[in-house]
């Protein structure tokens, strides 16, 4: 690249006497605004909200001093908040699995070139583009108790009592948010999948069918195997997506009930709001911030996922 | 491998039951916005399609009608005589001018980044790169606390500029990401021509890059739109009087019970632009979302 580079900025020097790093020819002026923004608005905040995981609050008083080991230990003692981990890991894994194993099914289904298909595959992708927060309204919609269109079809099938609306009762909550968060997402996951069965070669295919292997054994031996790093990175992606849930929860259930769909973030935003205990706040927003951290890094490391 | 006309049926068949119940929601959701409030809140089961459609819901919500000029029957006709709260033209406005801001914003920082890290090997370039990646994974909650601070102290707080920031601040990853892989597409051996021709890298860029890459930026444009029309988490901390739709619509859920027919309405609204917009960039998709780590 050197060798282009030193002819241009000679002719230009003559008119123009900028430093160097502030031409066009050095990388800084076209980074500058990207990184100015993420710095100022990104980095920084970071920083503060890890400066005020050492700061304690009294919210009665509104008085803050310094003591780092505060909130720390009030979080590790927060039952709530191990309550709110289990309820993110459950949600995120099995709605992963969900998404992952529906996505691969309906992205093989999808992946022939058979008119009409581009259609049903263009149609598919409409649920992603719905804003998170009208989504859950839509199911909240259709879980409605009383008129709700998905609560009469399972009192209907005997599988749903009157007794127990979906979304108040314990047991049966959080299982609802995840079919919401599975009727959005799975698509991206069929994108994903589509994309990499439309880039699996031919050839190791034909050999296999002229050995007389079976359509099984074809996916599981060639597909899945050739597919593992585009699944990695789907599983990466829509992995820390999934622990950062908000929206679902916070429109449908407010956590509720009791704290049966609280995850670590509903559980931060209710802390905010309602306790205005601000650095408690911070501290386990941070505290998520470490989890994914540290899960997506091993996941990195484990599955070699190369962006 | 022939398949039997049985199986290609069984196909389509399948493949059209599952397309039909991942619009379902959709399509209630639209059908429930005709329906008038009698229709929607009946206690002896479901209505389907035994109803006569009313534009009343839209009226209200899109067109500003006081609720009870509209319909005397409205469930909460106490109330609201200072005004329509089911009023969504505002919040309408304030996500145009949000998304708008926050895609022009975005795409035009994106590009110069883009093709920074695209064409100039630098030490530390893969570092930079990784931490702009990062930062499209960072949970919105960590950074909210002190965002709202900042926010407040700079006087953009409850603005339409601080939600433009906002939206910028989680658009730019994907957008830098996105148009590099884009740029990436090009053969460096154009930029190399032009240099020797004496071009400047400036030249270069705005007058061979920027043109190669027109269906780049406008998918990543497209995308940046949606993605800060969808946004909640940051709208909802950082606005109070100034409501995006998402937000908007969750007001109308109130402790005296659900208005159905507006919120469905608003909602149904909100739905069309992204719809129009995602099948115009329905081939970049796959890219889009992996910020250009799958390429399609």
Redesign the interface.
Known sequence: MSVYNEAAPRQMGARLRLPRWLTSEHPVPWLFPSVALLLVFGLYPILYSLWLTFIKRNPATRKEKFDPAWNWTKLFEDERVWDALQVTLTYTFVAIILQLVLGMLIALLLDTDRKGFGLLRALLMLPLVVPPAVTGMMFLLMYDGSFGVISHALYDLGILSKDAPLLATASTALLAVIIVDVWQWTPFMVLIMLAGLRALPKDPFEAAAIDGASNVQCFFRLTLPMMSKIIALAVLIRGIDLFRIFDYVKVMTDSGPGTATETLTAYAGTIYFKSANFPYASTIAIFTLLVVLIAANVFIKVFKVRF | ?EQSRLA?TA??I???F??VI??F??F??GL?SLKPISA????D??VWFDFVPTFENYRVTLLGQSAIDVNLNTRSDFGTSGGNSYDGRGSILSSIIVAVGSTLLSV???L??A???SR???RG?QG?LN???S?R???????????V??FHDLGIRDTHMGLI??H??IN??IA??LLKSFIDDIPIDID?AA??D?????QV?WKVVLPMSKGGLAATAVLCF?FS?????LS??LTNSIRT???K??TF?TSTG?E?GY??AL?TS??VP??I???LV?NH??RG????????
């Open positions: 491998m290609i196909r389509y399948v493949a059209i599952i397309v991942f619009l929601p959709i209630w959701f429930t929607v809140f009946n206690k089961g479901v035009t920082m994106g110069f980044a093709y920074g890290l100039m090997s630098f370039s930079v931490w702009i990646l930062q994974f960072l949970p919105p909650i960590a950074i909210i606390v002190p965002l601070f900042i920031i906002a910028t601040l730019i990853p830098v990401l190399h240099m020797i004496g071009a400047t890298r400036w860029f949606i029309w969808t946004e909640f988490l909802l901390f739709i998402p937000v619509i969750t859920v659900s159905w919120i469905s909602g909100a739905i992204s719809f917009f995602i099948l329905q998709l796959v979302l992996t910020m250009g780590a799958v390429k399609d």
